[in-house]
């Protein structure tokens, strides 16, 4: 059996002064410390033995993606089932106290916080997101991959594969920006799971 590594990466700091929840709209770029962020992964990732870059279609995740990419003089694949998750209040406010969640007409949606009610379930993004670590890690067998995706899905592909709850507070996932979930496999099975911030906290 080969071993091999597939990173599981959040995207970097968007620029979004308006605080809108873009979900999967699209044209939303990284802010300039999005992309320093995206800089020091690379750093990071650099003496890796990585044959393969891969990214959610969305502008952050390919723009968090290139100077990996380019570090490694890999080309960027894009692949879908990494996209960010569903949200109904996309492309609207929902900071606490102001926007789209002080409308009475809008809390059908957050009755069950088990279930994501508002948007996407959870068992639809584990399954998309494995199917996308899967097909990373037989692309990048005996070697690593780096797959660039949202903080939902990473969080809950991390719950799918370490055996945790979907349901969970949001305050406490291991999800920061630019951080990656490293997910070791011999052969099929895996063997090793490890959460790091090479661009800081």
């Known amino acids: 059996m080969s071993t091999t590594?597939?990173?599981?990466?959040?995207?970097?700091?968007?620029?979004?002064?308006?605080?809108?929840?873009?979900?999967?709209?699209?044209?939303y770029h990284l802010s300039d410390r999005g992309r320093a962020q995206a800089e020091k992964v690379a750093d990071a990732l650099a003496g890796r033995d990585i044959v393969l870059v891969v990214a959610s279609p969305l502008l952050r995740a390919q723009e968090t993606a290139?100077?990996?990419?380019?570090?490694?003089?890999?080309?960027?694949?894009?692949?879908?089932?990494?996209?960010?998750?569903?949200?109904?209040?996309?492309?609207?406010?929902?900071?606490?106290?102001?926007?789209?969640?002080?409308?009475p007409r809008n809390w059908k949606y957050l009755w069950n916080p088990m279930k994501p009610s508002w948007g996407e379930p959870y068992v639809d993004i584990a399954a998309r997101m494995r199917s996308a670590v899967?097909?990373?890690?037989?692309?990048?067998?005996?070697?690593?991959?780096?797959?660039?995706?949202?903080?939902?899905?990473?969080?809950?592909?991390?719950?799918?594969?370490?055996?945790?709850?979907?349901?969970?507070?949001?305050?406490?996932?291991?999800?920061?920006?630019?951080?990656?979930?490293s997910f070791t496999f011999d052969g099929d099975r895996l063997v090793d799971w490890q959460y790091s911030e090479p661009a800081g906290s």
Not at 7 to 21: A, T
Not at 80 to 87: K, T
Not at 155 to 168: P, Q, V
């Open 134 to 181: 899967e097909r990373a890690r037989v692309k990048a067998e005996g070697h690593e991959a780096v797959c660039v995706s949202h903080q939902l899905p990473v969080e809950t592909l991390r719950r799918a594969m370490t055996g945790k709850r979907f349901a969970h507070d949001p305050r406490k996932r291991k999800c920061a920006l630019a951080s990656l979930n």
């Open 5 to 27: 590594t597939v990173h599981v990466m959040r995207h970097g700091e968007v620029y979004n002064p308006e605080g809108i929840l873009y979900g999967r709209l699209d044209g």
């Open 66 to 103: 290139t100077p990996i990419a380019e570090r490694l003089g890999l080309p960027i694949e894009t692949d879908d089932d990494l996209i960010e998750s569903l949200n109904i209040f996309e492309g609207q406010r929902v900071s606490p106290g102001d926007g789209a969640l002080r409308d």
